[in-house]
């Protein structure tokens, strides 16, 4: 009769930690999980309870791999940018072109990934909930801005040491770049629909942030890589 009733009674999923794969793949499954709940409740209404329970983990498996929600949304933030500069944002891969095809690649990568439905997402909860929340923008700061910034910057600082490029100030002058190229996608992202974002002609847009990057405003200018 007990093993019967046994048989018969349901086994409940066990959570903890993921006994399959390695820990960065664990890791990756996480945050893959967490981006959903992100994107799809916000910030204020997502939880780290929330996560592991949609993960099939327990929260301590969370807390210590993760400090707070907060330091867990970084990790998201993170994922999404890592993902260009281990591979076309590399300097190595940029290095092989000209800085005009290099730059454009630049923009390409980076106003792509600003539009795929996750990072959109993302970037409006960030836009909305900062003032709430102020470790979000200490952590788009840090894991995203930054790391962009340090990217194109990188680049930027061989082409000067190569002689490609003259830049008095190569940080200062990637963050220009990267706002010039990003400002009017942030406007559509922030107050925007679907249908404007349609409408934005990227490439025209890039073309001419790549053009006033690469020689300037001056009509006296010959040097078509002259600083800013």
């Known amino acids: 009769m007990d093993r019967n009733i046994s048989a018969e009674t349901p086994t409940r999923p066990r959570v903890g ?7 960065a793949e664990r890791i990756d499954s996480l945050i893959a999980v967490a981006t959903q709940v992100f994107v799809r409740d916000g910030y204020g209404g997502s939880s780290i309870d929330k996560v592991a329970s949609e993960a099939g983990v327990s929260t301590r498996t969370i807390y210590e791999r993760f400090k707070n929600k907060a330091d867990l949304l970084g990790a998201v933030i993170t994922r999404l940018v890592e993902r260009d500069m281990a591979t076309i944002l590399s300097s190595e891969e940029l290095d092989r072109l000209e800085p005009r095809q290099a ?29 709430r929340f102020p470790e979000l923008a200490a952590k788009m700061r840090d894991n995203g801005k930054a790391r962009l910034d340090n ?4 680049y ?3 082409q000067v040491r190569r002689g490609t490029l003259r830049l ?36 025209a ?24």
């Open 103 to 131: 730059l454009t690649v630049i923009g390409q990568t980076i106003t792509g990934r600003a539009c795929h439905p996750d990072s959109a997402a993302l970037f409006r909860i960030l836009a909305m909930e900062a003032q």
């Open 17 to 23: 930690r993921p006994r399959r794969g390695t820990e």
């Open 156 to 158: 930027l600082r061989g």
């Open 168 to 203: 008095a100030d190569p940080d200062r002058a990637a963050s220009l770049f990267l706002q010039m190229m990003c400002g009017e996608l942030h406007e559509c992202l922030l107050f925007g629909s679907e249908t404007d974002m349609a409408k934005l002609n990227f490439g």
């Open 151 to 154: 990217a194109v910057s990188g």
């Open 205 to 228: 847009h890039l073309d001419m942030v790549v053009d006033i990057f690469l020689n300037g405003c001056s009509p006296h200018n010959d040097n078509p890589y002259a600083p800013l």
